[in-house]
C-alpha cells in the first residue's frame, strides 16, 4: 500500500474556465493532496524533465522527496476533468429511474415512490439502497449531489454516513413532509421538527470539517 503523501496526474486535462469556452491542457500536471483531496498546483505544459515530486515542491515552495509522491500518467485518450454536480436527486427514488414517464407527477408517487420511501423506516433497507445509490451517482462523474432522503431521521443519517464514507461532497436534505402524501407516510409538525433538528446535530457532530493540509 502506499505512503505517499501527494498524487501527480500527467496527461489530456479538460475544463471550462468560463462559459462558451472549453480548454484542453494536452500535456498538463495535476499534483493532488493525499490526505485533504485538494488540488495544489497544475501545469499547463508539464516538462518530461521535471520530476512530479519538482512539481510538488514548486507547488508547496518546498522540498518533496520522490517516495512522498505517486505519478499516474493517463493513457492515450484518458482524460481528467471537473467532477459534475447533480443539483436535485432523490436518493430513495432511485430503483424507479425511466419509469412512469407517462404519468402526472402525483399519480406517479402514488404508484411507485410514496410506498417505497415509507419503507425506509427500516435500517437495513436503507443501507444497502444508499449504497448502491451513492456509487451509482459516482460513477455517473458527479464527485458532488445534492440528495433529498426521507421523512425518517435514522434512514438520513445513514445517507449521510454513506455519503461520507465514499467521499463524495453532498447536500442531504431531510423531507418535512404532511401535504399531498398518505396518512402512512406523514409527519406531524411537532415531529417534523424534533427529527429535523435531531438530524442537523447528527450530521453536524460528524466530522466534516474541511482539512487543507
Known sequence: ???????????????????????????AALGVS???????????QADSSASS????GA???????????DTISLRPGQFL????IDTHTHAPQFRFLGLGHDLPLMEWLEKYTFK?????????????????????????GCTMAAYFGTIHLEANCIL???????GQRAYVGKVCMDVN?????????????????????????????DDDS
Request: include cysteine; glycine fraction near 6%; proline fraction near 3%.
Open 181 to 209: 402524501s398518505p396518512a402512512y407516510y406523514s409527519e406531524s409538525t411537532e415531529e417534523t421538527l424534533q427529527t429535523s433538528e435531531a438530524f442537523v446535530r447528527a450530521v453536524l457532530g460528524e466530522d466534516n470539517a
Open 81 to 84: 476533468m471537473p467532477g459534475l
Open 116 to 140: 417505497h420511501e415509507s419503507e425506509f423506516q427500516d435500517p437495513s433497507l436503507a443501507r444497502t439502497a444508499y449504497k448502491d445509490v451513492v456509487q451509482r451517482v459516482i460513477r455517473g
Open 160 to 166: 449521510a454516513d454513506t455519503i461520507r464514507e465514499a
Open 53 to 56: 515530486a519538482d512539481l510538488i
Open 1 to 27: 500500500m502506499s505512503t505517499a503523501k501527494y498524487y501527480v496526474f500527467r496527461g489530456c486535462l479538460i475544463d471550462t474556465p468560463e462559459l462558451g469556452t472549453l480548454r484542453i491542457r494536452h500535456n
Open 34 to 44: 493525499r490526505r485533504s483531496g485538494r488540488i495544489i498546483g497544475i501545469s499547463e
Open 59 to 69: 507547488w508547496s515552495s518546498g522540498r518533496v522527496d520522490d517516495s512522498a509522491v
